[in-house]
């Protein structure tokens, strides 16, 4: 089984930065993307940062020039640097993944249990 563990999140003033971290455990052959996602209260989840292990990374518009994602493909992490946080970052931040545990068997979905931001004065 695979499991992913978020860590990272908390509460940040408008303007402020933090450093989420996705680490991926478990039964891995091999990981074809790694990417973020964040919901916010009454909202749908939407894609916050994409990043296949070839391929282009991409964006939401909201958040384009203030976030960066990044991978550390040798401790199958992801990481997403927020920069200059505005309260509508505020969102509960998931990390998924496609990754290949059985290469009989395919590519599987996974989802962390998210962790929490909160951008407030």
């Known amino acids: 089984q695979v499991q992913l563990v978020e860590s990272g999140g908390g509460l940040v003033q408008p303007g402020g930065s933090l450093r989420l971290a996705c680490a991926a455990s478990?039964?891995?052959?091999?990981?074809?993307?790694m990417d973020w996602y964040r919901q916010a209260p009454g909202k749908q989840r939407e894609e916050v940062a994409t990043?296949?292990?070839?391929?282009?990374?991409n964006y939401a518009d909201s958040v384009k020039g203030r976030f960066t994602v990044s991978r550390d493909n040798a401790k199958n992490m992801v990481y997403l640097e927020m920069n200059r946080l505005k309260s509508e970052d505020t969102a509960v931040y998931y990390c998924?993944?496609?990754?290949?545990?059985?290469?009989?068997?395919?590519?599987?979905?996974?989802w962390g249990q998210g962790t929490q931001v909160i951008v407030s004065s």
């Open positions: 998924y993944a496609r990754i290949l545990s059985d290469p009989l068997k395919g590519f599987s979905d996974y």
């Open positions: 478990g039964s891995i052959f091999s990981i074809y993307a």
């Open positions: 990043m296949p292990i070839r391929g282009i990374t």
